[in-house]
């Protein structure tokens, strides 16, 4: 079993930047591809970033591309997502995600069998 806890979502402007962070229980963490999805009010909850298993490969959604950055400390048990330029349009609640062990990092929510409780991202113009 792995458990997510969130943190580090808020209020911000337009252009701020924000870190979140999602701490994980559990001594197979290292071998766990993570990722951070997010859902906006009334839209479908979609990936936002990812990073494999060994932290060599990461993927994201094209409109975060430049902006954000996702890693992991496989030390302290954490990923993380650094959120640069914020937009309105990245307002969402963010969850933090992790595969079973040895899985393949993917982009559908469907290939993540741990989620976290999610952290609220509010950005205003």
């Known amino acids: 079993q792995v458990q997510l806890v969130e943190s580090g979502g808020g209020l911000v402007q337009a252009g701020d930047s924000l870190r979140l962070s999602c701490s994980a229980s559990?001594?197979?963490?290292?071998?766990?591809?993570l990722g951070w999805f997010r859902q906006a009010p009334g839209k479908e909850r979609e990936f936002v970033a990812g990073?494999?298993?060994?932290?060599?490969?990461?993927d994201y959604l094209d409109s975060v591309k430049g902006r954000f950055t996702v890693s992991r400390d496989n030390t302290n048990n954490t990923v993380y997502l650094q959120m640069n330029s914020l937009k309105p349009e990245d307002t969402a609640v963010y969850y933090c995600?992790?595969?079973?062990?040895?899985?393949?990092?993917?982009?559908?929510?469907?290939?993540?069998?741990?989620w976290g409780q999610g952290t609220q991202v509010t950005v205003s113009s």
């Open positions: 990073i494999t298993w060994s932290g060599k490969t990461t």
């Open positions: 995600v992790a595969t079973n062990p040895f899985s393949s990092l993917k982009r559908s929510a469907s290939g993540y069998a741990y």
């Open positions: 559990g001594r197979t963490f290292s071998s766990r591809a």
